[in-house]
């Protein structure tokens, strides 16, 4: 079982960049890592995934261009640098893990098996 504790996310302005991170307590390279957000009001939503080596990324068309997921497994740590945010960014952002080693991104929710307790970001116009 592994554990995963996001960074503090925070207020920033529209056009603004913030990094989260997510550590887990276990060996990372084990798991498909994601991250998606809910926004209040809507469903959970896939956001960016990365597979164990990191050599596969995988966004929501909505993130595109604009946010980059990456790991450091000898950190145990995945990112999500988030660039050119807007307003419709905002959301609880929430970083999970799946078990193996499969290929795919892995875009909904069911598909992982441990989550972190989430992180709030807030974009102001």
């Known amino acids: 079982q592994v554990q995963l504790v996001e960074s503090e996310g925070g207020l920033v302005q529209a056009g603004g960049s913030l990094r989260l991170s997510c550590a887990a307590s276990g060996r990372s390279s084990d798991y498909h890592m994601g991250w998606f957000r809910q926004a209040p009001g809507k469903e959970r939503e896939f956001v960016a995934s990365?597979?164990?080596?990191?050599?596969?990324?995988y966004y929501a068309d909505s993130v595109k261009g604009r946010f980059a997921v990456s790991r450091d497994n000898a950190k145990n740590t995945v990112y999500l640098q988030m660039n050119s945010l807007s307003p419709e960014d905002t959301a609880v952002y929430y970083c999970?893990?799946?078990?193996?080693w499969g290929s795919g991104g892995y875009y909904t929710a069911v598909e992982y098996d441990y989550w972190g307790q989430g992180t709030q970001v807030t974009v102001s116009s």
């Open positions: 990365i597979n164990w080596s990191g050599r596969s990324t």
């Open positions: 999970a893990a799946r078990r193996g």
